[in-house]
T-cell receptor, first 114, second 112 residues
Framework: DAGITQSPRHKVTETGTPVTLRCHQTENHRYMYWYRQDPGHGLRLIHYSYGVKDTDKGEVSDGYSVSRSKTEDFLLTLESATSSQTSVYFC?????????????FGSGTRLTVV | QKEVEQNSGPLSVPEGAIASLNCTYSDRGSQSFFWYRQYSGKSPELIMSIYSNGDKEDGRFTAQLNKASQYVSLLIRDSQPSDSATYLCAVILTGGGNKLTFGTGTQLKVEL
């Protein structure tokens, strides 16, 4: 999707293990976002980044950390996975620096914590 | 009160009819509004953006914005079975920087 890829596409992991999801973009866009999508809750922002090494929390950041060491990569880490973190995770890039042109989303990662 | 609200549906319309999807938002100062389409098992896809009061048309899609009533809608004319999807309303709230806040989506079913 428009130069944004997520990996892995699917993952099953055990409770208590750390998990890292990767988002890679080829658009050289400054702003990147991680959302999770759950039935009845819609898309909720976990963390976002406004540049290399510049990140901030969203509304559901507990239990998650992020890193951005390069413009093109934004990593989401579940420090100790719990069953409540079973979800579909989407990465997005802002279509312009002001964000008022909307986002483009990656294909998503379906994570199951057992 | 949720910041962005949508009826979850499903909204069922016959093929060829007009589908009307609605969204209300709580922040009167919001300036940027978006509609995304999401097919089952796929990622959201941006289909419309609107920033000023009134109507904005793009093909079979029309977005309508009424800031006084804090209401944004999406009309789909000549609905097709391929329009069957979940439609997400998203808003940039005042003070939200450029972060989008999403509604929970309305499921649309276009029936033959």
């Amino acid at each position: 999707d428009a130069g944004i890829t997520q990996s892995p596409r699917h993952k099953v992991t055990e409770t208590g293990t750390p998990v890292t999801l990767r988002c890679h973009q080829t658009e050289n866009h400054r702003y990147m976002y991680w959302y999770r999508q759950d039935p009845g809750h819609g898309l909720r922002l976990i963390h976002y980044s406004y540049g290399v090494k510049d990140t901030d929390k969203g509304e559901v950041s507990d239990g998650y950390s992020v890193s951005r060491s390069k413009t093109e990569d934004f990593l989401l880490t579940l420090e100790s996975a719990t069953s409540s973190q079973t979800s579909v995770y989407f990465c997005a890039i802002s279509n312009n620096d002001r964000g008022n042109y909307g986002y483009t989303f990656g294909s998503g990662t379906r994570l199951t914590v057992v | 009160q949720k910041e962005v609200e949508q009826n979850s549906g499903p909204l069922s319309v016959p093929e060829g009819a007009i589908a009307s999807l609605n969204c209300t938002y709580s922040d009167r100062g919001s300036q940027s509004f978006f509609w995304y389409r999401q097919y089952s098992g796929k990622s959201p896809e941006l289909i419309m953006s609107i920033y000023s009061n009134g109507d904005k048309e793009d093909g079979r899609f029309t977005a309508q914005l009424n800031k006084a009533s804090q209401y944004v809608s999406l009309l789909i004319r000549d609905s097709q079975p391929s329009d069957s999807a979940t439609y997400l309303c998203a808003v940039i709230l005042t003070g939200g920087g450029n972060k989008l806040t999403f509604g929970t989506g309305t499921q649309l079913k276009v029936e033959l």
